[in-house]
Each structure stands twice: as structure tokens, then as C-alpha cells.
């Protein structure tokens, strides 16, 4: 099987989220919560014998890629098939809670490559977008039927692109003439769009535009901040999260609830006095993000924006918490 994406940070996390020394080394258990075609998972099965992971896709297609290459480690690797988010949410009371968990949470080399969904502007495909792609609207659905002013806001809030108002504009004047079906299609369209100037600077013109397209059809910030509160729940007392981001938006969020986390008081801020006993519920180890070295960078062009951040967990937190993050 042709492996075509290379897991980010992965020396990074091995070191952060090591098993090694801890209380738990012996029966450690691991949530990967972006399994996809499973470097992480199994660079973490090879180098602790004594581990074991759930591996958490909502794209089934990519999951059995990962169920393939993780064969080889038998009992030792389950999986689910199914967002994070409802993976952390339908977590069962009295099941094993996990010692360590992951989140990825970039887009895998294989949906621009292989998946045939439209995810890039460089291949002629359907305009989809979708990981799950038995639920939900798709890229092309979004295009053609959403109004001019919302998407404009949509690429704006989701990419910060200069353009929006402009692209958003020649979106709805295209679509008139008939529905955009392809990813090739709105790329054009885009091209159109922008000012020559802009056609030719250090990415695509459409590159933003595509990436808010996925955010929003795949929900991602909008399952990020309960996710992120639903998987520290769930983590044991002593275990250690890390989140990789790649784009400011779903890094502001993980920065904002880590911190929280890590203060004194996490009760928020509304409340008159402190319910959570003044203690912090997490030691945040990563002061600052780790990014990846001008090695990663230059072998793994897609790394180079990505931010791993690691908290370890002292307590529970509360469900205020929870309903403070609700709507970030």
C-alpha cells in the first residue's frame, strides 16, 4: 500500500506524549483522534511495546488504509469509525479511560491526493469536500446555494481572504449560468476574481478560499471547542494531551482553553465566585507551541505551519467549562 502523507511533529509528539517513566507506562492507553492512514499511531505502537490505541476517523475511506498498515499490531489497535467529537461525547462512564491523547488536526496529504473529492484546485474532481461523506452538505452544495453575503463572511471568518467580497461576488454571478460542479471549475472562477497582482503571489488565489470551504463543511471549528473539553474529561487524571494545529483559528481556540486550564481559577468569568476550588485542572508543558524544525520543513512542506501544544492533567474539570467553550 502507497503511504502518501507523512505525520507532522511526529519526533515531537513521541517525546511530549511519551509513555516512558510515567505511572501508567505499563498499561497505557492511547486515543488518536485524526487517525488517518495511521503514521502516528504506529510510530507510537513500534517504539512502546506496552501501548495500545483507539484510532478515531470520520472518513472511512482512510481508515482502512490505517486498518492495513496497523494490521501487524493485532488486538492492539481498535478503531472507530465517526467524528471526535461524538467519539468523546458517547465515551461509555465505566469503559478504560485513555492516558494519552492525540489530535491532528490537519487535512492529510491523501484527501488532496487520492481521495477524489475536490479537496485541491490542482485535479479536476467533484466538489465535495466532505470526510464523512455519508453525512452533511458539500463543498459544491455550499457554493451554488448559499447567498452572496454569507459566504462572503464564510471566506473572510475562515481564511481571513482580502478577497472575499470580491470572490464571493463572481461566485454567485458564475453560478447563474449554471451550477459549479468541480473543484477545477471554482478555481477559475476565483482566478477570475482577483486582481492580477494577486494571482501570482506566494500561493494560489485559491488556496483560502479552499480551505474555508472544508472548515465549513466539515464543521471543524465548531467541533473543536467541546471536543477539546469532552477529550480532557475523559483523560485520566495524569495523562497528557497534544493538539497540532495548522491555521490561527483552531490554534487560538486550543491556546484559550489550555490556558484555562492551567489557571488558578478556571470558573468563567461571569461567575461572582469561584466554584472549581481555586486549583488549576491541567500543567500546560508547552509554554509556547512547538513548531517544526527548517529540516521538517524543507523534507515536509505541509509542516510548516504547525503548532503542537501539551497539557497534563491534574483533575477534572468542571461542565461549566464545557459551557463556556460551547460557542467559541
Known amino acids: ?16 506524549l511519551s509513555p516512558v517513566g510515567e505511572a501508567f507506562e505499563q498499561s ?14 504506529e510510530a507510537f505502537l513500534s517504539a512502546f511495546s506496552a501501548l495500545r490505541v483507539i484510532g478515531v476517523d470520520a472518513d472511512g475511506a482512510i481508515q482502512s488504509r490505517a486498518r ?3 494490521a501487524r499490531f493485532g488486538e492492539r489497535v481498535r478503531f472507530y469509525n465517526g ?5 468523546y461525547r458517547e465515551f461509555p462512564a465505566d469503559a478504560e479511560r485513555p492516558h494519552i491523547v492525540l489530535f491532528d488536526l490537519g487535512i492529510s496529504v491523501y484527501h488532496y491526493e487520492k481521495s477524489g473529492r475536490g ?19 458539500s463543498a459544491a452544495d455550499v457554493v451554488n446555494d448559499t447567498r452572496e453575503d454569507v459566504l462572503a463572511d464564510m471566506l473572510y471568518a475562515y481564511s481571513d481572504e482580502k478577497y472575499s467580497r470580491r470572490i464571493a461576488r463572481a461566485i454567485v454571478e458564475a453560478r447563474a449560468g449554471g451550477r459549479i460542479a468541480s473543484s477545477k471549475a471554482l478555481a477559475e472562477v476565483v482566478w477570475n476574481a482577483v486582481p492580477a ?4 503571489g506566494a500561493i494560489h488565489p485559491a488556496t483560502r478560499t479552499f480551505q474555508a470551504l472544508r472548515i465549513a463543511v466539515n464543521g471543524e471549528l465548531e467541533r473543536l471547542p467541546t471536543a477539546l473539553h469532552d ?41 461572582a465566585a469561584c466554584a472549581c476550588g481555586g486549583t488549576p485542572c491541567a500543567n500546560v508543558l508547552t ?29 477534572d474539570a468542571t461542565e461549566l467549562h464545557r459551557a463556556e467553550y460551547k460557542g467559541v
Open 231 to 271: 477529550a480532557f474529561s475523559v483523560l485520566q487524571p495524569g495523562g497528557k494531551m497534544g493538539v497540532i494545529t495548522f491555521h490561527s483559528l483552531e490554534d487560538r481556540i486550543v491556546k484559550r482553553y489550555f490556558r484555562n486550564l492551567g489557571q488558578q481559577c478556571v470558573c468563567p468569568p461571569e461567575r
Open 1 to 16: 500500500m502507497e503511504i502518501v502523507h507523512t505525520p507532522v511533529l511526529l519526533r515531537e509528539c513521541m517525546e511530549w
Open 287 to 315: 509554554r509556547k507551541p512547538v513548531e517544526p524544525s527548517a529540516r521538517e520543513v524543507r523534507e515536509n512542506p505541509p509542516s510548516r505551519s504547525a503548532k503542537l501544544r501539551v497539557i497534563r492533567k491534574l483533575r
Open 119 to 137: 479537496f485541491s484546485f490542482r485535479y479536476d474532481e467533484p466538489l465535495d469536500m466532505r470526510l464523512d461523506t455519508g453525512k452533511g452538505v
Open 68 to 70: 492495513e498498515r496497523l
Open 197 to 200: 497582482a494577486y494571482r501570482h
Open 83 to 87: 467524528w471526535f467529537s461524538d467519539f
Open 28 to 41: 497505557a492507553l492511547m486515543v488518536d483522534s485524526t487517525l488517518g492512514e495511521g503514521g502516528h499511531t
